[in-house]
Nanobody, 125 residues
Framework: QVQLVESGGGSVQTGGSLTLSCAAT????????MAWYRQTQGNQRDMVAT?????????????SYGDFAKGRFTISRDNAQNMVYLQMNSLKPEDTGVYYC?????????????WGQGTLVTVSS
């Protein structure tokens, strides 16, 4: 069973920074994609940042960001520990929401999409 454990959420002021962490734990799996989503309004989850090609060479890793995250947020990895980070800078009140880690993993039985529990980020003005 693969699980995602998130940490790093909290409360910051406008313009502040925060780093979220997500660790994939379990046995007999390989992570191909890790991503961050957030829920800020309504019930939809918007893609914040995605990292592709984790089960590959460093040069083959590709990242993408939601429009609101470009230039402010950075996704990075610690592949040896199956961890992914989201560095958030210049935070705005509209960034407030629940941030979820998602991983696409491969196991002997096939492919799985795994979601974390979410961590709350609050940005005050």
């Amino acid at each position: 069973q693969v699980q995602l454990v998130e940490s790093g959420g909290g409360s910051v002021q406008t313009g502040g920074s925060l780093t979220l962490s997500c660790a994939a734990t379990g046995s007999d799996f390989r992570v191909d994609v890790m991503a961050w989503y957030r829920q800020t309004q309504g019930n939809q989850r918007d893609m914040v940042a995605t990292m592709l090609g984790l089960d590959s060479t460093i040069s083959n890793i590709q990242t993408s960001y939601g429009d609101f995250a470009k230039g402010r947020f950075t996704i990075s990895r610690d592949n040896a520990q199956n961890m992914v980070y989201l560095q958030m800078n210049s935070l705005k009140p509209e960034d407030t929401g629940v941030y979820y880690c998602k991983a696409d993993v491969r196991s002997r039985s096939g492919f799985l999409e795994v979601w974390g529990q979410g961590t709350l980020v609050t940005v005050s003005s």
